[in-house]
């Protein structure tokens, strides 16, 4: 079992900058892929950034690129996304997500969600 515990989100105003944090604990070991997912209001979950294991290979949504970073500190099972430039649009519910694949089967696991509100 991997918990999964965000924070750092809140309200801000156009333009500015957030930095969200998602702590992992339990059987960590094995996540092959850590990163973000974010719920709008009447909008289906989407990816936002995720990160590999090994590599640190980083995938981005198109919305995002250039905007946002994702990052990672292994020795503190934490990972890490920079907000910069935020627009209204990205206001939602941002979840951590941290995905294991063991002998063909994909498991997730998902945090509690925080919460970014961007007014314009």
């Known amino acids: 079992q991997v918990q999964l515990v965000e924070s750092g989100g809140g309200l801000v105003q156009a333009g500015s900058s957030l930095r969200l944090s998602c702590a992992a604990s339990?059987?960590?070991?094995?996540?092959?892929?850590i990163g973000w997912f974010r719920q709008a209001p009447g909008k289906q979950r989407e990816l936002v950034a995720v990160?590999?294991?090994?590599?640190?290979?980083?995938t981005y949504a198109d919305s995002v690129k250039g905007r946002f970073t994702i990052s990672r500190d292994n020795a503190k099972s934490t990972v890490y996304l920079q907000m910069n430039s935020l627009k209204p649009e990205d206001t939602a519910v941002y979840y951590c997500?941290?995905?294991?694949?063991?002998?063909?089967?994909?498991?997730?696991?998902w945090g509690q969600g925080t919460q970014v509100t961007v007014s314009s």
């Open positions: 990160i590999s294991n090994q590599g640190g290979i980083a």
């Open positions: 339990g059987s960590t070991f094995s996540i092959n892929v």
């Open positions: 997500n941290a995905k294991k694949i063991l002998g063909g089967a994909s498991y997730d696991y």
